[in-house]
T-cell receptor
Framework: LAKTTQPISMDSYEGQEVNITCSHN???????ITWYQQFPSQGPRFIIQ???TKVTNEVASLFIPADRKSSTLSLPRVSLSDTAVYYC?????????????FGTGTRLKVLA | DTEVTQTPKHLVMGMTNKKSLKCEQH?????MYWYKQKAKKPPELMFV???????INESVPSRFSPECPNSSLLNLHLHALQPEDSALYLC??????????????FGSGTRLTVV
């Protein structure tokens, strides 16, 4: 059963750039890739979305290679408040029903 | 209004109780979702409503019963739950169908404890 996989955890220091990858080998041709941030006891919050190449907004960048089998969320100059769990969300057809499934999640800890 | 509101925020219920979780959005979104999240795990899809019709049921046990009274409201009725059903239950909405274009908007969740 294909899964959308991410590194379990990452540590970084304040002010550094953090790159979090997501592997989605079975992504469909017309699927977007979406990233979410989640703090404890809160719902996930939309960060950024892309289809190919590079997308940038006020909080992050998203890099998607030509084969689209992976994506990288880039957080520039992280602060303590960026400590959270980060999930990618991609379409999945393995069960026969098309639906969107969260990746395994990456727990980012930002240190002072 | 750009929020999804879930009530209650916390719920403790016995295994013989009947309770309901409520979710409301006024963004004109036409798809609504229930997710279950256990500690240190990603949200797990339970149900999808698209244009007020149940479009996906992820083989959820019948002790969980969803209801979509109108395009702004989503309920999850609970009956005869087990302690392993204790989790954070998240509601979400999106503009159209299941397409996450522009993303899903999540509520803050209901922390459910079954005793």
């Amino acid at each position: 059963l294909a899964k959308t996989t991410q590194p379990i955890s990452m540590d970084s220091y304040e002010g550094q750039e953090v790159n979090i990858t997501c592997s989605h080998n079975n992504i469909a041709t017309n699927d977007y890739i979406t990233w979410y941030q989640q703090f404890p006891s809160q719902g996930p919050r939309f960060i950024i979305q892309g289809y190919k190449t590079k997308v940038t907004n006020e909080v992050a960048s998203l890099f998607i290679p030509a084969d689209r089998k992976s994506s990288t969320l880039s957080l520039p100059r992280v602060s303590l408040s960026d400590t959270a769990v980060y999930y990618c969300l991609v379409g999945d057809t393995n069960s026969g029903t098309y639906k969107y499934i969260f990746g395994t999640g990456t727990r980012l800890k930002v240190l002072a | 209004d750009t929020e999804v509101t879930q009530t209650p925020k916390h719920l403790v219920m016995g295994m013989t109780n009947k309770k309901s979780l409520k979710c409301e959005q006024h963004m004109g979104h036409r798809a609504m979702y229930w997710y279950k999240q256990k500690a240190k795990k990603p949200p797990e899809l339970m149900f999808v409503y698209s244009y007020e019709k149940l479009s996906i049921n992820e083989s959820v046990p019948s002790r969980f019963s969803p209801e979509c009274p109108n395009s702004s409201l989503l309920n999850l009725h609970l009956h005869a739950l087990q302690p392993e059903d204790s989790a954070l239950y998240l509601c979400a909405s999106s503009q159209d169908g299941q397409d996450p274009l522009y993303g899903y908007t999540f509520g803050s969740g209901t922390r459910l404890t079954v005793v």
